[in-house]
């Protein structure tokens, strides 16, 4: 690696988002995220570069518009964002077909809800052939790609097979599976010879780097590992070999803290209280999706008011459901089986003045969640399986008194780390977790305050700078001071041409 080297980021989704206004413009404003939060850092003001899809149809947008829209955010940002165009058809068939309708739920344990559909896997593979030349205009063999997540799993390959010679590190932001649920992949093992191709794979648990040693070693019985601990020095299959490492993302812990411990946070908060009739707040904060648990949180707070009639008027669920794929299916119907389950709980329980339930689907601001986990007695992540939840570590951080109580699923990867402070639960026991919430509600305050600050201590250890600079520190022997500032990178639309998003280019069959 030279000096000359700089940082380029590619993922699924750019880190901004698109809204066409009235007049037929486009409205680009920053996402909020982990990921975004992670790695912008390292790509600011150093001459970094992000690659990404922009979430729209190429139908929509040009190449000279988005130049236009792009380059302002890019200034902005401190560094270039570099756009992939897709058709519908490929979004249909590689976003929300085989990334979320295959990869998403296998790896999630789901493979029930899995659709194995061939066209999928060839959208898959067509698309990441697009990444793949979008990346080889932009970047220089000295560069560092770190390719970000489940939909870019071949990126590294077809990178090589296209004879571009890149160093390519990958982190896998969700659950890796175990053996048999890998199995029924029909794709299983070319999509573990695609991750072997990367320089270096970090996953959010050692369960996780685990399972994918295991999985080599069922198609190539000499899987040779060396090396202990987070890291695995080498790991050798299918005659490649690379790194792997266990280190589980985080937040900026900073941020949060500082955000909660404001006025106008603390005023917020007051609102918050006066909403929920100055009841103890359940707060749960979820995307809409099927791995969340949200059904299952639902019926065990319904048991708990069951069990424990005394909870009633003296606490509040407040939900916070934020909107997701909700063109697929499964997540249409999963949306309403939450809406009915939240009207049949306040149909059963309230009585003037008091709503069990309070359910707001939206998005909000950070600084208004902020407020809503400042104000939270207990937080409930009820998650079936998570490569992490930031949301029980962002609550965490919001406990600037360092009380709160944080009620965590053990299949969540955050139990790992902060388990020791939370209470545990297996969100398919309903009666565990309405016990779960009847202790929480009962907790003393020194036992409230002893957990918290042991979970808040190891959050702000651990944050997401911490993992930015063991990511590099393992994959490069670098740490993000290492990347000196230089200009933005410049953008280059004359290294396009319609050709390299065409889906039927044979040059890359």
């Not at 010879?193 to 080599?216: A, T, Y």
């Not at 909660?260 to 909403?275: F, G, L, M, Y």
């Not at 949180?297 to 005394?310: G, H, I, S, V």
């Not at 993992?467 to 000196?484: C, G, H, T």
Request: proline share 5%.
């Amino acid at each position: 690696m030279t000096d000359n080297s700089r940082m380029v980021v590619v993922s699924n989704r750019l880190p901004i988002s698109l809204t066409k206004k009235d007049d037929g413009t486009w409205d680009p404003s920053p996402s909020a995220g982990g990921l975004v939060t992670a790695v912008s850092p390292v790509l600011r003001d150093r001459g970094g570069l992000w690659i990404g899809w922009t979430g729209t149809t190429k139908e929509d947008l040009d190449l000279k518009v988005l130049k236009r829209v792009l380059g302002p955010v890019s200034k902005e940002m401190g560094y270039r964002l570099i756009p992939i165009l897709l058709n519908r058809e490929e979004i249909d068939k590689y976003y929300y077909g085989f990334s979320n309708e295959v990869i998403w739920p296998l790896f999630h344990d789901l493979q029930t809800i899995c659709y194995f559909d061939p066209s999928y896997a060839d959208a898959y593979q067509e698309v990441n052939r697009t990444f793949a030349k979008v990346v080889a205009s932009h970047t220089r063999e000295e560069d560092f790609l770190w390719v970000h997540d489940y939909h870019l799993i071949p990126l590294a390959r077809v990178l090589r097979e296209r004879g571009e010679k890149r160093k390519c590190f990958f982190f896998l932001h969700i659950t890796f599976p175990p053996r048999d649920i890998l199995m029924k992949l029909p794709w299983r093992e070319q999509l573990l010879r695609d991750m072997m191709e990367f320089e270096m794979i970090g996953f959010q648990s050692l369960r996780d780097r685990r399972n994918f040693v295991d999985c080599l070693r069922v198609f190539d019985p000499n899987t040779k590992v060396t090396g202990k601990g987070p890291v695995l020095g080498m790991v050798s299959a299918f005659g490649r070999t690379t790194k792997a490492a266990g280190l589980p993302i985080s937040i900026d812990f900073k941020v949060f803290d500082q955000l909660a411990s404001s006025e106008k946070t603390r005023e917020s908060v007051n609102d918050i209280k006066e909403r929920t009739e100055g009841t103890k707040i359940i707060l749960g904060v979820d995307r809409l999706d099927y791995t969340k648990g949200i059904p299952e949180k639902l019926q065990a707070f319904r048991t708990a008011l069951q069990y424990y009639p005394e909870l009633r008027e003296k606490v509040t669920l407040l939900q916070l459901l934020v909107p997701s794929r909700e063109d697929i299916p499964a997540y249409k119907e999963l949306k309403g089986d939450i809406e009915r389950l939240v009207s049949q709980i306040n149909g059963e329980y309230s009585i003037h003045g008091w709503t069990p339930v309070q359910y707001i689907h939206r998005s909000v601001p950070r600084e208004e969640l902020v407020a809503m986990y400042r104000a939270a007695d207990i937080c409930l992540v009820t998650s079936l399986k998570d490569g992490m939840n930031l949301v029980a570590k962002e609550y965490c951080a919001s406990q600037v008194d360092n009380t709160g109580v944080l009620i965590l699923s053990e299949f969540a990867g955050a139990a790992i780390q902060i388990g020791r402070g939370a209470i545990l639960i297996n969100p398919h026991d309903r009666e565990g977790t309405a016990d779960a919430i009847h202790r929480a509600v009962n907790m003393s305050e020194e036992e409230c305050i002893e957990r918290m600050a042991l979970m808040r201590r190891s959050i702000k250890k651990r944050d997401v700078f911490w993992w930015v600079n063991n990511f590099l520190r393992v994959a490069m022997n670098r740490r993000l001071k290492d990347f000196p500032e230089r200009e933005i990178a410049p953008f280059r639309p004359h290294r396009y041409n319609v050709s390299q998003y065409r889906t039927d280019d044979n040059k890359d069959r």
